[in-house]
């Protein structure tokens, strides 16, 4: 008899599976057993995810973290589980940048914890891992959600309770797959932020304003502002005030970002001073009860 395929709305739910990928110690499973964690396996007994949904791996943010692997090792394990039909070898659940910089970093053996997941779960969380990624595009982030939604049936409230995200922040990056493809370009290649494509969404003409926000560096505020004049001055040229100089962060500093993330929910941005050992923490809250949480969590131990 044909086995019956799990749809959306995984009985364990989200969030139980969320918690399986991010506690790597061992746990008891629900027949009792004992999953196994903090192994070290040989890395070409290790095998990527086919189905996989990211395929785009930076070269440069690749060789970095390959440099710090290579120094400190592999900190956080891989999730896997068994590869179907191989014995003796196992299938990236989570983690496959880890394993291509240990690749080039030359390790012999990686970390990693195994997990018991079917076809649906691996799909499922290589979707919720790509969406905790801290240099997600905005276009990326937006495209994992409706993911989430679409194939496996979870509404915006399931998704804010579980990933720590407001119902308001899902919402609103969901609605920038509304703007058109040259608009989604843009946010892509890092020319946009989210913010500025949030304004441009009410725009009558939201590709002939991004170029100018673009041409001019406008401040979200000032495309703002643009998005409530006449069609015809939202076309029009003006001052163009000089673009903000981005900051390059290594590969450490932007998976501390990510960690920080994850655990607070919201999200965390490190500026570190150049040629100093000073630096200052951004984080952001979407809602008045992210502020409240957060401003709980700093005085817990008061």
């Known amino acids: 008899m044909e086995k019956k395929r799990k749809t959306g709305g995984l009985g364990r739910g989200l969030s139980a599976l969320m918690a399986d990928v991010n506690a790597p110690e061992a746990q008891k499973t629900e027949d009792g057993g004992q999953r196994r964690s903090d192994m070290s396996v040989?890395?070409?007994?290790?095998?990527?995810?086919?189905?996989?949904?990211?395929?785009?791996?930076?070269?440069?943010?690749?060789?970095?973290?390959?440099?710090?692997?290579?120094?400190?090792?592999?900190?956080?394990?891989?999730i896997v589980r068994a590869r179907p039909g191989h014995p003796q070898q196992f299938e990236i659940v989570a983690g496959e940048r880890r394993w291509r910089a240990a690749q080039m970093a030359q390790l012999h053996h990686v970390p990693v914890v195994l997990r018991d997941f079917d076809d649906v779960e691996v799909l499922e969380i290589a979707i919720i891992e790509n969406i905790q990624r801290a240099d997600l595009n905005p276009m990326e982030e937006a495209a994992g959600y409706k993911a989430l939604m679409d194939r496996f049936g979870h509404t915006q409230d399931k998704l804010s309770e579980a990933l720590g995200k407001s119902r308001s922040y899902i919402a609103n990056l969901v609605r920038l797959l509304q703007l058109p493809d040259e608009v989604q370009t843009y946010l892509r290649e890092g020319k946009l932020s989210a913010g500025h494509a949030r304004a441009l969404i009410t725009s009558d003409d939201p590709s002939a304003l991004a170029r100018r926000v673009i041409q001019q560096g406008l401040s979200v505020r000032e495309t703002e502002r643009l998005t409530k004049q006449p069609k015809s001055h939202q076309k029009s040229g003006g001052?163009?005030?000089?673009?903000?100089?981005?900051?390059?962060?290594?590969?450490?500093?932007?998976?501390?970002?990510?960690?920080?993330?994850?655990?607070?929910?919201?999200?965390?941005e490190i500026n570190h001073t150049p040629g100093a050992e000073a630096g200052s923490i951004t984080i952001s809250y979407t809602d008045l009860e992210q502020l409240d949480e957060l401003c709980m969590r700093l005085t817990a131990n008061r």
Request: hydrophobic share 35%; no cysteine.
């Open 42 to 78: 040989p890395i070409e007994s290790v095998f990527p995810n086919p189905n996989q949904p990211r395929r785009s791996f930076t070269p440069d943010q690749l060789e970095e973290l390959a440099a710090s692997v290579k120094e400190k090792g592999i900190i956080q394990p891989l």
């Open 239 to 268: 001052a163009q005030p000089r673009a903000r100089k981005a900051v390059e962060k290594d590969a450490d500093t932007r998976a501390l970002e990510g960690d920080l993330t994850a655990n607070l929910g919201m999200k965390v």
